[in-house]
């Protein structure tokens, strides 16, 4: 096993002074030491680990990390700021900076040195030796843990909290714990660490399970019946929910686990005192949560939270998009845009004909189509409220389709199954009631509301803000379809398979439930625009390679397929390493192709497939050409930014220079 940490990875007086700046310095490091292979692609994973929550922990100590696969080995690289560099903490900047790589497939022992480390920063002695070491020698081995800290034996929190916890003959007050967050490297162990030793101190016995990266031990069965309360320290779904059932709970986000454990452990008691047992897990049995009501995700803020649920049903609707279309566009290949009207293949099927195969590739893609709106509706209310909300969904999604209301009143209706689920989950209940709540009252009286409201409230003003659509989609021509198919072009390369592309794919694809020719043209422009991205990226690294490295000029090829396929993803990696000219670029040209097809009235009934459905495309050649315009304008915006900049990389292959100055200079 390679050493986590040597003396070069150690930076004792680290000038930057942002905390990308930081974490740019010591991927350098990494880079150096033939540990991270790609600078940009690893620095776009960092980022996008920060986007998820802030990694500044209160003490001074910044950990950004990552699991990437541009990592070869586990690594940690360490940098001792003195000015102090804002990670987001509640306290202020921190001094002590911990870059962490794993690999994206790294073995459990690696990630359990990982975690070892993130316990060792609760205690104050190794975080002072590590203020005061000035050897980076002497400090790799101290982080490596064969240096130990000055007293460091007597002095850890567990050790302190162990000497300070009251002696008492009556059994201790029993917490069981789950701590995870989202790459499952640090704050998970270090939350763990933080609320084992507040429960020493407290006299309080906490057991907690990590569900991290290093593995995942459930708690013994007994010892989560003997626990008095529980506490979930967390920023992804706890595993297994339903093992906590009857229990008080504490359900807040990873970092509190952290910063305030004997809050958490006051809260707990506190609760158990009250009686507060109705306080069940909200997963696989979906009844309320405690009292608080808020898990590190449901405290976000509402625009969040909101976004994250429409997601949710867009996620699951789409794989019936993709079957259900393609199988539609397949069938229209064999037997033409008639085949729709083709009687029931149950009664009239004959083997030897194609016309029967391509009918019953429509009936069977038609099917998957109608089950759209009700799957979005109910996987919007499961992400609300879990598995008791998905019945009074898809019975929501299933009435808007009864009453026209379509894709709106499919979203609609999911928000409303949700809301009035969570609602019912807050009502206490006798304890003989629980058993049967998720599974009969909820969805029963969730059902009933939500078919009221659906039926005789807002289906019928819903279907009528739908039937105008309808309309204005009829009706679309001249200056209006461009200018809406310039919007959607934006929206689809703005974040590349983010909430605005698929709002956009969403709305196209909800067109084609009731289609019309305006929006067989709003799918067409949103399909088209979606592959200038990746086709962009593909043809700019072919046309000026010394404008990438040579891991984006790897990319570029599969960009090609991508592009072609319709999965605009394929322009991710080149967003992340440079956005500031990427993203524009590409947003251009997805902005002339959205027009360009409004503009040539190109329709598609297919809601995917990329180039390999233009031969059921309105207009193919004239799409094609809409596609090529988009594509030249990105790639010639994006080449020409590049080259702007006042420092070209060359790649090292190129030019002799060593693989790390490359990536460097391809920053500048």
């Avoid at 975080?127 to 101290?142: E, F, I, K, Q, Y």
């Avoid at 998009?321 to 064999?334: E, R």
């Avoid at 709002?503 to 043209?521: I, N, Q, R």
């Avoid at 059921?616 to 010639?636: K, M, N, Q, S």
């Amino acid at each position: 096993m390679s050493e986590l940490i040597t003396a070069e990875l150690v930076d004792l007086d680290l000038s930057a002074t942002t905390k990308d700046a930081a974490a740019r310095s010591l991927a350098e490091r990494m880079v150096g030491a033939q540990r991270v292979t790609d600078l940009d692609g690893f620095l776009a994973d960092v980022a996008a680990r920060e986007a998820q929550m802030p990694t500044g922990l209160d003490g001074g100590i910044g950990i950004p990390h990552c699991r990437s696969e541009h990592v070869s080995a586990p690594t940690l690289a360490f940098g001792r700021s003195a000015r102090g560099i804002d990670f987001g903490a509640a306290d202020g900047p921190a001094d002590l900076i911990f870059l962490i790589a794993a690999p994206a497939g790294a073995d459990d022992d690696h990630l359990t040195i990982l975690s070892g480390l993130a316990r060792r920063l609760m205690d104050p002695e190794f975080t002072a030796a590590l203020r005061a070491g000035d050897d980076p020698a002497a400090v790799a081995a101290l982080i490596r843990g064969e240096e130990p800290a000055p007293e460091a034996e007597a002095t850890t929190p567990i050790a302190a909290a162990e000497e300070a916890a009251p002696a008492e003959d009556d059994a201790p007050f029993r917490i069981v714990a789950v701590t995870s967050c989202p790459t499952g490297i640090a704050h998970t162990y270090m939350a763990a660490e933080s609320l084992t030793a507040a429960g020493l101190a407290e006299g309080v016995e906490v057991t907690v399970e990590t569900q991290g990266s290093a593995g995942f031990s459930k708690l013994d069965p007994a010892v989560i019946a003997a626990a008095d309360a529980v506490i979930w320290a967390h920023d992804v779904e706890v595993r297994e929910k339903t093992r906590f059932r009857g229990k008080p709970l504490v359900d807040v986000g990873v970092k509190a686990g952290i910063n305030r454990p004997a809050e958490l452990i006051a809260e707990a008691r506190r609760k158990a005192e009250r009686g507060e047992i109705a306080a069940v897990p909200r997963g696989g049995d979906g009844t309320a949560d405690g009292a608080d009501g808020r898990s590190g995700a449901d405290s976000a803020h509402f625009g969040v939270r909101l976004r994250t649920y429409l997601m949710s049903g867009v996620s699951y609707m789409v794989p019936f998009v993709a079957a259900g279309g393609l199988l539609i566009a397949l069938s229209f290949a064999i037997g033409g845009y008639e085949i729709a009207d083709a009687k029931s293949v149950a009664d009239h099927f004959v083997w030897g004909q194609a016309d029967s195969w391509a009918a019953l590739l429509n009936q069977i893609g038609s099917a998957a189509f109608g089950f759209l709106v009700p799957v979005l509706a109910g996987y919007i209310a499961y992400g609300m409220a879990d598995r008791p909300a998905l019945v009074p969904g898809f019975v929501g999604g299933a009435i808007a389709l009864t009453v026209d209301a379509g894709f709106l009143g499919g979203l609609v209706a999911g928000l409303l199954a949700g809301a009035v689920v969570m609602a019912i989950q807050r009502v206490p209940v006798h304890a003989t009631l629980r058993g049967i709540m998720p599974v009969l009252v909820i969805p029963l009286i969730a059902s009933a509301v939500v078919g009221f409201l659906m039926f005789i409230v807002v289906g019928k003003p819903i279907a009528a803000l739908q039937s105008a659509l309808t309309d204005w989609l009829k009706g679309l021509s001249g200056s209006n379809a461009v200018i809406l198919g310039v919007v959607l072009g934006l929206m689809m390369c703005f974040d590349m398979g983010g909430p605005l592309n698929k709002v956009a794919y969403a709305f196209a694809v909800g067109g084609l439930t009731d289609p019309t020719d305006g929006s067989l043209k709003v799918m067409a422009a949103v399909m088209a625009a979606g592959m200038v991205p990746p086709l962009a990226m593909a043809l700019a690294t072919t046309v000026r390679k010394k404008l990438f490295t040579k891991t984006e000029r790897e990319n570029g090829r599969a960009a090609w397929v991508l592009g072609a396929s319709f999965i605009t993803e394929g322009a991710i990696p080149f967003a992340a390493a440079d956005p500031l000219r990427v993203i524009p670029s590409v947003m251009a040209g997805g902005a002339v192709t959205g027009a360009l097809s409004m503009a040539f009235g190109c329709t598609l009934r297919a809601p995917h497939g990329g180039i390999f459905v233009v031969p059921l495309i309105g207009e193919p050649f004239l799409y094609l050409l809409a596609i090529a315009a988009g594509t030249l304008v990105a790639t010639a915006l994006v080449v020409l930014l590049k080259g702007a900049r006042r420092t070209v990389p060359v790649p090292a292959d190129e030019a002799g220079a060593t693989a790390a100055d490359a990536r460097v200079g391809a920053t500048a």
